[in-house]
């Protein structure tokens, strides 16, 4: 079966860290170009970062750039998500993003709770 698997969220206090795994399952992640969205509630989806495949280039999107780091590891088909400094308005569930061409994979989410 074809999926992406994301792990690594929870609770977390203001300030703190967490690392979000993004893993493949049945493709090649370092062909696809990965993404991390997040949705918080009563809100649209919205792209957070993003790495490309054979450069590895990277975006972020300007609430989180300084805070968090993508980073991929191909031979282990991962995609990890480093989040420091986290804010409450960071609480969303964060979704992974994988796509090529017309090909395109979505994970069923990991939530993070920033809160005291």
């Known amino acids: 079966q074809l999926q992406l698997v994301e792990s690594g969220g929870g609770l977390v206090q203001p300030g703190g860290s967490l690392r979000l795994s993004c893993a493949s399952d049945?493709?090649?992640?370092?062909?696809?170009?990965t993404a991390w969205f997040r949705q918080a509630p009563g809100k649209e989806r919205e792209a957070v970062s993003c790495?490309?495949?054979?450069?590895?280039?990277?975006d972020y999107a300007d609430s989180v750039k300084g805070r968090f780091t993508i980073a991929r590891d191909n031979a282990n088909n991962m995609v990890y998500l480093q989040m420091n400094s986290l804010k409450p308005e960071d609480t969303a569930v964060y979704y992974c993003?994988?796509?090529?061409?017309?090909?395109?994979?979505w994970g069923r989410g990991s939530q993070v709770t920033v809160s005291s």
């Open positions: 993003n994988a796509k090529r061409g017309l090909t395109e994979y």
């Open positions: 790495i490309g495949t054979t450069d590895h280039s990277t």
């Open positions: 049945g493709f090649q992640l370092g062909l696809f170009h």
